[in-house]
């Protein structure tokens, strides 16, 4: 396949954006509604209360996904405060559009040369919120942060809270059960591990490791997305916080992968990114899924027709 990869949009070496602001179907405040009934992309900002309440219409969501930007360019614009200030605003947001039993999850960064910032200041704040911190996962990459004076960075963190009592299903990985051991009394008899499972394979803990993420040779690559989260991992959030028909959201759209999970799932979604190259990505994705089956672009790029030179005319 011949490579059309774009580089990262939020760092924009090449003037990029310029050329694809205007093959964007929404501007701020705007929202796309799919043809289908199933879900609603906007361009708006997460912090926005009005706008994002209006886009619920009474009807609440059972499980938020978010992933807000943490990276170094976020802090070249903002001190950490200031984003944690910007935090609790979208997150007060969230818990206003969630219902009464919910279950949020938020990817966040920790920066370990620079005293782990903002992920200790962001869940110190999440504790004077309403929702009640649930477990600490680590997502482990395939790759890290090269370093000979250091361990090397290989992990995403991803935080779980709760919104009264959200139901939770099981979740089990492709990986099969090898060890013996932790022994428990069960009416009456020891037992071990293996004999107790439901299932051959194990269970994911608050550690994956099972999860692929080295985009450029999967098919769900997003080129230009310099965030992406694996669509595994987000197909099992859904699938263990949710249930076929309910609806979910996710207030950072950026490659559109929890929409994409919604579709595939048979839930629905209600997402947004203040970007409006990333708001028309996610809608492409979906676009490209429905006609395609696929759920990426590979070497590709959604914008691919747009940034393809058109050759020009034979010289006679």
């Known amino acids: 396949m011949d490579s059309h990869a774009i580089p990262r949009l939020d760092i924009d070496a090449d003037n990029i954006r310029r050329r694809l602001l205007p093959h964007c179907r929404l501007k701020a405040g705007e929202t796309w509604r799919d043809p289908d009934g199933n879900h609603s992309v906007s361009c708006a900002d997460a912090g926005c209360t009005g706008f994002i309440e209006g886009?619920?219409?009474?009807?609440?969501?059972?499980l938020a996904i978010h992933d807000p930007p943490y990276n170094l360019v976020?802090?070249?614009?903002?001190?950490?405060?200031?984003?944690?200030?910007w935090c609790r605003t979208w997150v007060s947001n969230t818990h206003s559009v969630l219902d009464d039993d919910a279950a949020l999850y938020i990817w966040l960064g920790a920066d370990q040369a620079d005293n782990f910032q903002p992920l200790p200041?962001?869940?110190?704040?999440?504790a004077g919120t309403p929702f009640k911190a649930r477990s600490f996962i680590t997502v482990r990459n395939q790759r890290g942060y090269g370093t000979q004076k250091n361990w090397m960075a290989v992990r995403q963190e991803?935080?779980?809270?709760?919104?009264?009592?959200?139901?939770?299903?099981?979740?089990?990985?492709?990986?099969?059960?090898?060890?013996?051991g932790y022994y428990k009394e069960v009416n009456g008899t020891l037992t071990e591990n293996l004999e107790r499972g439901k299932s051959p394979n194990i269970r994911p803990g608050n550690v994956w490791m099972d999860i692929q993420q080295v985009f450029y040779r999967m098919e769900e690559n997003v080129n230009g997305c310099y965030a992406q989260k694996p669509l595994k991992a987000i197909e099992r959030i859904i699938t263990a916080?949710?249930?076929?028909?309910?609806?979910?959201?996710d207030f950072f759209a950026h490659s559109g992968t929890t929409l994409l999970a919604c579709e595939r799932s048979g839930r629905c979604c209600v997402t947004l990114d203040i970007d409006p190259i990333f708001a028309e990505i996610t809608i492409r994705r979906?676009?490209?899924?429905r006609a395609t089956g696929k759920?990426?672009?590979?070497?590709?790029n959604p914008f691919q027709k747009e940034?393809?030179?058109?050759?020009?005319p034979a010289a006679h």
């Open 241 to 249: 916080s949710s249930k076929p028909g309910d609806l979910i959201t």
């Open 295 to 300: 759920t990426g672009w590979q070497a590709g």
């Open 121 to 126: 200041q962001f869940m110190l704040m999440m």
């Open 55 to 62: 886009l619920f219409a009474g009807r609440p969501a059972v």
């Open 74 to 85: 976020m802090f070249e614009r903002q001190s950490v405060d200031e984003y944690i200030d």
């Open 307 to 312: 940034l393809t030179p058109t050759p020009s």
């Open 286 to 289: 979906l676009e490209h899924y």
């Open 158 to 180: 991803l935080l779980y809270y709760s919104k009264g009592s959200p139901p939770f299903e099981v979740q089990y990985t492709d990986i099969p059960k090898i060890l013996r």
